[in-house]
């Protein structure tokens, strides 16, 4: 069973740093785009970044400069750098990755993880 772990939430102060990684694990054949997504209290779900298997990349503007998306496709983890927080990043971070299974293909979810920026 396909399954997206993350690790890497937690706690920091505004101008601080957080790195979040996503290991996917399971009956896996191959992995396409992986992404991070948040959501806000009372905000729908919105991407931040993505990345291709063949490493190309794409982030919302908000976050543009200020955090980095990569992958290990050895490993089947996606990580995301996070670096001069702002009280506005503070949401659940679910990572996300579209992967052919031995059962189905499709897009598969992480449980998510929290990140809070206290000003």
């Known amino acids: 069973q396909v399954q997206l772990v993350e690790s890497g939430g937690g706690l920091v102060q505004a101008g601080g740093s957080l790195r979040l990684s996503c290991a996917a694990s399971g009956g896996i054949v191959s992995i396409n785009d992986m992404g991070w997504y948040r959501q806000a209290p009372g905000k729908q779900r919105e991407l931040v970044a993505a990345?291709?298997?063949?490493?190309?990349?794409n982030y919302a503007d908000s976050v543009k400069g200020r955090f980095t998306i990569s992958r290990d496709n050895v490993e089947k983890t996606v990580y995301l750098q996070m670096n001069r927080l702002k009280p506005e990043d503070t949401a659940v971070y679910y990572c996300?990755?579209?992967?052919?299974?031995?059962?189905?293909?499709?897009?598969?979810w992480g449980k998510g993880t929290l990140v809070t920026v206290s000003s």
């Open positions: 996300n990755a579209n992967i052919r299974g031995w059962v189905r293909r499709g897009d598969y």
């Open positions: 990345i291709t298997s063949g490493g190309t990349t």
